[in-house]
């Protein structure tokens, strides 16, 4: 395939999305409120890993450098990951690491949903396979707010804290980036503000399931799409990095 | 409150065509829980597609101090298996 | 290994005297016992064969969750995505494990929340093996070819245990553990293979984790006193010393095949009696961490109970949300 820039940024999108997720999930591995739900976790985990190394490796054929998936996701720096703010932040308690599963994974599914339809061969192929995960991801999480909001005292307040950690950063998702647009009319890539409407939908409705209150309105923190992330990003990174950084081209 | 998660039953068809069977058991609060429990500990092989979970003390189980009574009187009924008949060898399709 | 004979533990159980038991059931139940039938959770069992199960199959338990933790620690670091995937999917596995044996173990009569409860409070053990740190990358491939090549060597005969939940979970076990060794070993490989600092990242590990894998098998037979009435129930099936001497026969050719040295000076094969000859343990250190003081003991005990105890409220949470679902569910 012939050097494409555009379709290798937003690979990096998909792949980076996933992979953050996946590492800040592995986090829990060993430590969760039970053995099952550890479980759990780690499947939604390993699912996403292997959806970054999908996309990655997409991403390096459509960049033609000969860059691999590992050197994307072991070998660039904040600057160039192109995840969106809320996969990055922080797992917090259960609450807060649920909150963030319910917002993204309701709408990665609706995603997929629609680029497993892609003019692209490579990348619907990936979202055929993706979209059963992550509805698995998403009614794992829907599940997990209703009993969390609808649940005790402390679980509720919790829940509200974590959905309000959260919340600023959803607007990103829905943000339309104008560099995206020659994808987006050529119907390879997805174009993010059709999502809005059904997405609002689900999570309204699971919220009113968990008698929550979907959080107010305000105003968004966005960047990641183009490389200004949270402060979280760095550690992250330099923890997932660490061996790739300290032994320079030794094999593993 | 100190309540804790109940015992489930996982039951699991390894492929259609074959009853479900015994696997094991998780804690689950819910039955919907119990499903995806059993889902991520016991089919992460693709050990199955379809899930039962029965609440473990929705289980009555037979007493092994009746294994006499209620196993024994089977023994002695040896007509009900198709060997107990001698058919000739040159009777086919029998 | 998982199962480490402890000797207190032992006399415990050893003071529950098998000559309470009614003659005629204890000679039937033995009967079956020898003839290796299973014996099933409502079964009639002597009080000690219970109280042993309980023990061992809780301790195991108790190891594979404690032991999510060492290797645990280098997920996150893992060197590429494939090697990211395989160690979450085995940590993920030994998780599962653990979930098998505290079923089992809750058919004889234990609810997971008392023995976990036993294993915070320090009244249970667990493997001896968690209780080293993980300083390197290097020692997630020795625990994956030591430790679980030790563990397999320990539990391939517990699938014929007699007790029947203990055994199909071991046969569950076992199925899931054959590529832990194996990815462990291919670790090692690799480093073997590669640069200098790599090669000595590998040698280092092999160095550290040679004894306490030895350790795993438990104490020397003579000092094991149990052994013999574990074996005559078929809830051990093979010594101590015997498991030990069979991992050393395997593994040693293993080290050679990598180019790493076995750091024990003493090490020879033995013509005449067919195994290798081996240095002597040290025992002090294994009773050490027994008794809780191995190095990183305290961090695991920590790391568990931290999570046990952060996550009461979840548990908590959705207890209650089914029980206000359930009194929904009735009032209508
Ligand atoms: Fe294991
Ligand atoms: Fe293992």
């Known amino acids: 395939m012939l050097p494409d820039a555009t379709l290798a940024d937003y690979a990096l999108r998909l792949g980076d999305d996933s992979l953050v997720l996946g590492q800040r999930l592995s986090e829990w591995c060993g430590h969760a409120p039970m053995l099952e739900i550890d479980l759990a976790l780690s499947n939604i985990a390993l699912d996403l890993i292997g959806q970054a190394s999908h996309f990655l490796k997409f991403a390096g054929r459509a960049e033609g450098r000969g860059r691999d998936a590992d050197s994307f996701a072991f070998r660039r720096d904040a600057l160039d990951f192109r995840n969106c703010l809320l996969v990055e932040q922080p797992n917090g308690d259960f609450a807060q690491t649920m909150a963030r599963q319910f917002l993204f994974s309701n709408w990665q599914e609706l995603l997929f949903a629609q680029l497993q339809h892609s003019a ?51 607007g990103e998702l829905f943000e339309r980036d104008p560099a995206l647009k020659p994808l987006v009319d050529a119907g390879v890539a997805v174009d993010v503000p059709s999502l809005r409407p059904d997405w609002e939908d689900r999570i309204s409705r699971t919220l009113a399931e968990a008698r929550l209150e979907l959080p107010k309105p305000r105003r968004w923190v966005m960047g990641g799409r183009v490389g200004h992330h949270s402060e979280h990003l760095g550690h992250l990174l330099s923890e997932m990095q660490f061996l790739q950084r300290a032994y320079p081209g030794a094999m593993w | 409150m100190n309540r804790n998660w109940p015992l489930w039953e996982v039951f699991v068809r390894a492929k259609n065509g074959l009853s479900h069977r015994h696997v094991g058991s998780v804690h689950a609060a819910d039955a919907r829980m119990a499903i995806e429990a059993a889902r991520d500990v016991y089919t992460r092989r693709m050990e199955g597609v379809s899930l039962w979970v029965v609440p473990s003390n929705a289980i009555t189980a037979s007493d092994p101090k009746e294994h006499a009574d ?25 | 290994m998982y199962t480490t004979e402890l000797k207190e533990r032992n006399q415990a159980v050893q003071g529950l005297s098998l000559e309470r038991e009614d003659p005629e059931r204890l000679a039937a139940f033995e009967a079956r016992v020898a003839a290796d039938d299973f014996i099933e959770p409502k079964d009639w069992m002597p009080e000690a064969y219970r109280k042993t199960l309980i023990r061992q199959i809780s301790q195991h338990a108790h190891s594979e969750s404690v032991g999510m933790l060492p ?137 550290r ?27 051990k099936r093979e010594t101590n010393d015997e498991l030990r001497q069979k991992f050393v026969d395997v593994t040693v050719p293993q080290a050679d095949a990598l180019g790493l040295v076995v750091p024990d000076p003493k090490l020879k094969w033995n013509e005449e009696r067919g195994h290798y000859d081996f240095g002597d343990i040290d025992w002090d250190e294994f009773y050490a961490v027994v008794r809780g003081e191995g190095p990183v003991a305290k961090e695991r005990m920590t790391a568990r109970v931290k999570a046990w105890e952060d996550g009461k409220w979840v548990r908590d949470a959705a207890a209650a949300h089914a029980e206000k679902r359930g009194m929904r569910i009735a009032a209508e």
């Open chain 2, 70 to 94: 209620l196993f024994e009187p089977a023994e002695d009924k040896v007509y009900r298996h198709p060997t107990f008949y001698a058919i000739p060898d040159n009777v086919k399709n029998i």
């Open chain 3, 71 to 207: 290797e645990g620690n280098w997920i996150t670091r893992a060197p590429n995505l494939r090697r990211k995937a395989i160690l979450l999917a085995k940590v993920q596995d030994e998780g599962g494990h653990g979930l098998y044996l505290y079923a089992a173990a809750e058919t004889l009569g234990i609810t997971r929340e008392e023995m976990i409860e036993a294993l915070h409070s320090g009244r249970a053990k667990y493997s001896t093996i968690f209780n080293y740190p993980t300083l390197t990358w290097a020692d997630i491939g020795a625990i994956g070819w030591l430790v679980d090549g030790a563990a397999i060597m320990n539990q391939v005969p517990l699938q014929r245990t007699s007790y029947g939940p203990y055994a199909r979970a071991m046969v569950r076990i076992c199925k899931e553990e054959s590529f832990h060794q194996r990815q462990g070993y291919e670790i090692m490989m690799t480093l073997a293979n590669g640069t200098d600092a790599q090669k000595r990242m590998a040698q280092d590990a092999l160095d």
């Open chain 1, 120 to 170: 692209n061969d490579t990348l619907a192929d990936i979202a055929r396979k993706a979209v059963k995960e992550v509805a698995y991801h998403a009614h794992f999480a829907n599940e997990w707010m209703v009993r969390l909001g609808d649940g005790t005292e402390e679980s509720r307040a919790r829940t509200i804290a974590g959905l309000e950690w959260m919340w600023r950063f959803t």
């Open chain 3, 209 to 235: 984790w040679w004894w306490p894998s030895l350790m795993m098998f438990g104490p020397p037979d003579e000092n094991s006193p149990n052994t013999a009435q574990s074996v005559r129930w078929r809830i």
